[in-house]
């Protein structure tokens, strides 16, 4: 989604920086999910024992 709207606003505005700045978001949003992963697996890890 947000890959499609920095493409979309780069192609009406022709500002890299915004699609660059778009771009960043998504892979800060891709390492809280692994982020997020890691700390449920670990959770569940601890659970068990």
Known sequence: ???KIAW???KNTGDI???MELRQIENLEKGIE???VK???KW???IRK
């Open 34 to 36: 692994e982020d997020n």
């Open 8 to 10: 979309e606003t780069f």
């Open 1 to 3: 989604m947000i890959k």
């Open 17 to 19: 920086n915004a699609f």
């Open 39 to 41: 700390c449920e697996n």
């Open 44 to 46: 569940n890890s601890i």
